[in-house]
């Protein structure tokens, strides 16, 4: 692995979880994803907001599969992705998922870090169809919000379809 490594973690089968990957893919099931900078993970949470962790910490607490990708730029400053990504460090977690509210959630976080070398696109927030819109529904009115259908996002589902990524390998995990 080396710095800027994209860290893709799949669905854990938690509901949150699992509506964020049903609603957001066909082909894929990722619900998180976060960034390797000196062998530390930044990434948002929804607990803590956005963290650094080591990669041990990262991988312990996430108990599920995770895929290295590699952005393929050769022009991209990793000194400045780092500097930057270093930057977000304690800003909240974004629970609308709404690109001009306050704080970041993961995919978010990603995209701002990179978005100078326009990496990844933003696309309309997708939540599904029937039970999906149903569950989505009622977490935004939880937040006093209606549904942003037309609202730009994006996903860890979104940013792993980029022709830019590479995958390069899987986070293999102790047994315990």
Known sequence: MQNGDLLFVRSKNSKFEQMIADSTSQKHDYTHVGILIDKQVINATTKHGCIKQSLDEFVSEQKAPIDIFRIMNKRIDFD??????????????????????????????????????????????????????????????????????????????????????????????SPY
């Open 80 to 173: 400045l992705i780092q500097q930057h990504a270093k930057s977000m460090l304690g800003l909240p977690y974004n629970h609308s998922f709404i690109q001009a509210d306050k704080g970041l959630y993961c995919s978010e976080l990603i995209t701002e870090i990179f978005k100078d070398y326009h990496i990844f696109k933003l696309k309309p927030l997708n939540f599904g169809t029937g039970e999906q819109v149903k569950y989505w529904k009622q977490y935004y009115q939880k937040l006093r919000l209606t549904l942003p259908t037309n609202e730009l996002g994006s996903s860890p589902n979104s940013l792993v379809d980029s022709d830019k990524l590479k995958f390069v390998d899987k986070i293999k995990r």
